[in-house]
């Protein structure tokens, strides 16, 4: 497997997210613990969207509630008929 290119960017950090990055980042560099957090934020950030627009796909006006089951009804007279 390649190994993933990286270019160097300057941002600016809260002073105390640099603290808690320093105090977390174990045996590796802080630039590879930052690479990590980021990469988790952007995962989290994904399955937020995925799962509001989830949400919305399956969320049912109460309108259409209750056409459906005006039609549910008229399908049952229709079929008793028959």
Known sequence: MAMPSKATKTFSLDRDL????????????????????LRRALEQEKKTILDREIADFFAVPQKDREERRAFHKATARVLARE
């Open 18 to 37: 640099l603290t808690a990055v320093k105090q977390t980042k174990g045996s590796g560099s802080e630039s590879e613990r930052v690479n990590q957090l």
